[in-house]
C-alpha cells in the first residue's frame, strides 16, 4: 500500500482503485483515496466513492474531518455536497455550502432535508438584502408555517425599510443577556445554528471569557451568540412593493393583518402602495369578522369601519361596496353612500332587508335633511302587519311630520295608507280630525278674507263713481299745512285737504300740484306698481319662485296679481 501511495503521481488511479474494491480492503481505499485529494489527483468520481466509504462505515469524525480540511478545495463541492445530502449527513452538507457561500443552497438544506425551519430564518436574517429577500420569498411559505411570528417580523422589516442583517459576536455561557435579546425561540435556533455552521457576520475573534482562569479554552459549541448590531441604521436597498408579498401569506390571515397593519404605519410607505394596502387590510378584517360571533365579530366589524371612515381614505369606494355586499357588512355600505351623499339609498337598503328598526334609525338621522324619506317610511311602515307592529308610534311621528311640512296632500295619505290594507282608520282618525278641522278652519278665514276684500274693493269703486260723476263740496275752514283760517288764494284737493296757496310753495303757473299729506301714500303705491310692471317681464325670476315654493298655488295667484300672465297692451 505504502509504494502505490508513492508512486500516485506515476499511477493511473483506477488500477489502483480496483485492487481495493473489496470490503475487507475499504480501509486501504480510504487511505489511498485520501492521498489522492492530497495531491489534488482526484475527479468528482473519486470524491463521491470515498464519501460514500466514510457514509458506509459511519465514520463520521473522518467525514468532518475531510470536509473541514484547511486550505485550498481538494475535491468537487457540488459532488461532495450532494453525496452528503444523499447519505443523511445534512450538517456536514450545510457547512461545506455556508464555507463557499452558497446561501441558497444552505437554506435548502436546513428546510428541504433537515427541517430546521428556525435556523434557516436565523440565517436568512443574516444576509445581505438582496439574498435575504430572495431567500425569504421562496421560502415564505413554510417558514411562515413553522415560524410565524419571526417570519412576520422579517416581513415586515424588510418591506417598511428597516431590515438590519444581524451580526453576532460570540461570548462563554454566562456572559449577561444583551439588551433587547431575541425571543426564545430565535435565541436556541441561532445557538444551534452556530454550533453546526459559521454564521454570516459573526466575529469569531470577539471570544470573551470574562471571569475565566487558567489556560481554560471557550469552544464555539460552548459559547452563547449575542446581536451586536442593534443600533445600526437600516441597510440601503430598494424596498419592493407590498403586494408582492400578499401571496405568501394566503393560508396565514392573522399574520397578514400584522403585516398590513405594520406597513400603514410605516413613515416610507408610498402613496401608490396605499390603495392596494388599505383595501386588503379592509377584506381581511371583514373575513375575519365573518368567521367569529357576537363580541369578537363587532370587534373586527368596527376596525373595518374605522379603516374607512374620513374623507381621504385611499380605498375606491366601488372596491369598498363590493366587499360590503360579498361579506354582508351593512356599515361600510352605509358609510360610502353616507359620504357620498346617498341617503335615500341608505334608508331603502333598510326596508329591503326588512330592517325595520335601522330604517328607523335613518329615518331620524337623515330625515331632516331628505324630506322626501317621510313619505316613503309612510308606504314601508304599512307594507305588512309585522312591519307596522315594529314601527309602533313611530308611525303618528311620520304622519305628524308629513301634516307639518305639508309634505303630502291627505288624498295622497289616504291613498298610500289603503295601499296594502294594513292600517286601520283608527290609526290615521287623529291625523285625519287634526287635517279636517284645520282645512275648516282656514277655508273659514279664507272666506272671511274673501268678503273683506269684496266689501272694500266694493267701496273703493264707488268712490272713484263719485269722484266722477258727483259734485265735491269743500267745507274746510283752515289750511292743512299751518292750521290758519283759508283766505284767498286757496287750493283744495279732491281728498278733502285745503291749504293756502303760499303753503303750498306752488308757482301759478304749476298746473299739477299735489296734497303734500297724502303724497307719500301715493308715492308708495306708484313704487309697487312699477314694480309689478317692470317685474311682469322677469319669467326667470316667476319660475325661480315657484321651484322654491312649497305652495305652487299660492305663487301663481300672487305672481298673476302681479301681471306676470297678462296680456301686454298695444301702444300706438
Known amino acids: 500500500m505504502q509504494q502505490y501511495l508513492r508512486a500516485i503521481a506515476n499511477t493511473e488511479p483506477s488500477h489502483i482503485i480496483r485492487k481495493f474494491l473489496d470490503t475487507q480492503r475499504i480501509h486501504n481505499l480510504i487511505e489511498y483515496l485520501e ?7 482526484a475527479t468528482s468520481d473519486h470524491t463521491t466513492l470515498l464519501l460514500n466509504c466514510y457514509a458506509k462505515l459511519k465514520d463520521v469524525d473522518k467525514l468532518e474531518a475531510f470536509i473541514k480540511s484547511p486550505g485550498d478545495l481538494k475535491f468537487d463541492l457540488d459532488t461532495a455536497i450532494s453525496m452528503c445530502r444523499q447519505g443523511g449527513y445534512y450538517d456536514q452538507a450545510a457547512y461545506l455550502a455556508r464555507k463557499h457561500d452558497e446561501h441558497e443552497l444552505v437554506i435548502d438544506i436546513l428546510i428541504e432535508d433537515s427541517r430546521k425551519y428556525a435556523e434557516a430564518l436565523a440565517y436568512i436574517w443574516r444576509l445581505e438584502p438582496v439574498n435575504a429577500y430572495s431567500n425569504l420569498m421562496r421560502y415564505a411559505t413554510v417558514l411562515l408555517e413553522h415560524c410565524s411570528g419571526d417570519a412576520t417580523q422579517i416581513f415586515i422589516d424588510y418591506y417598511t425599510a428597516q431590515f438590519r442583517p444581524k451580526k453576532d459576536a460570540v461570548v462563554i455561557p454566562n456572559a449577561p443577556t444583551p439588551y433587547g435579546g431575541m425571543s426564545t425561540m430565535a435565541s436556541t435556533a441561532v445557538q444551534n445554528l452556530a454550533a453546526l455552521l459559521p454564521l454570516p457576520y459573526m466575529n469569531m475573534n470577539s471570544l470573551q471569557s470574562p471571569g475565566s482562569t487558567g489556560n481554560q479554552k471557550t469552544t464555539l459549541s460552548q459559547a452563547q451568540l449575542i446581536e451586536t448590531n442593534l443600533n445600526e441604521p437600516p441597510a440601503e436597498y430598494d424596498v419592493p412593493k407590498p403586494r408582492t408579498a400578499f401571496s405568501a401569506f394566503v393560508d396565514h390571515p392573522e399574520e397578514l393583518i400584522v403585516f398590513l397593519e405594520a406597513c400603514i404605519k410605516s413613515d416610507h410607505l408610498k402613496d401608490e402602495d396605499k390603495s392596494d394596502l388599505y383595501t386588503t387590510l379592509f377584506e381581511m378584517y371583514l373575513h375575519t369578522a365573518s368567521g367569529k360571533t357576537d363580541a369578537d365579530r363587532e370587534v373586527w366589524e368596527t376596525k373595518a369601519k374605522r379603516l374607512i371612515e374620513g374623507k381621504d381614505i385611499p380605498i375606491d369606494t366601488s372596491n369598498v361596496l363590493l366587499l360590503s355586499e360579498l361579506e354582508n357588512f351593512r356599515d361600510g355600505t352605509i358609510l360610502v353612500r353616507e359620504q357620498q351623499g346617498l341617503r335615500f339609498d341608505i334608508f331603502r337598503s333598510y326596508t329591503s332587508a326588512q330592517d325595520t328598526a335601522g330604517a328607523i334609525k335613518a329615518l331620524r338621522k337623515y330625515g331632516p335633511e331628505e324630506q322626501q324619506l317621510y313619505p316613503a317610511a309612510l308606504a314601508y311602515f304599512t307594507s305588512s302587519p309585522r312591519i307596522l307592529e315594529e314601527a309602533g308610534d313611530e308611525l303618528n311621528a311620520v304622519l305628524r311630520r308629513i301634516d307639518e311640512d305639508g309634505l303630502m296632500a291627505p288624498l295622497q295619505v289616504i291613498q298610500t295608507l289603503s295601499a296594502n290594507g294594513v292600517a286601520t282608520m283608527g290609526m290615521v282618525k287623529k291625523y285625519l280630525s287634526t287635517t279636517i278641522e284645520r282645512e275648516r278652519q282656514e277655508i273659514a278665514n279664507n272666506r272671511r278674507l274673501i268678503a273683506s ?14 269722484l266722477v260723476t258727483q259734485p265735491v263740496v269743500f267745507q274746510a275752514t283752515r289750511c292743512s299745512a299751518c292750521g290758519g283760517a283759508l283766505d284767498l288764494p286757496t287750493v283744495h284737493f279732491l281728498c278733502r285737504h285745503s291749504y293756502h296757496q303760499r303753503c303750498l310753495n306752488q308757482s301759478d303757473d304749476n298746473d299739477d300740484p299735489e296734497c303734500p299729506i297724502c303724497a307719500p301714500a301715493n308715492a308708495t303705491v306708484k313704487a309697487i306698481r312699477k314694480a309689478q310692471d317692470e317685474s311682469a317681464d322677469r319669467h326667470d325670476m316667476f319660475l325661480d319662485a315657484l321651484a322654491r315654493s312649497s305652495d305652487g298655488f299660492e305663487t301663481v295667484s300672487e305672481w298673476f296679481g302681479r301681471g ?9
Open 453 to 466: 276684500f269684496r266689501t272694500d274693493t266694493a267701496q273703493k269703486q264707488r268712490d272713484l263713481t263719485d
Open 564 to 572: 306676470v300672465m297678462s296680456v301686454p297692451t298695444a301702444t300706438e
Open 35 to 41: 492521498e489522492l485529494h492530497e495531491h489534488h489527483k
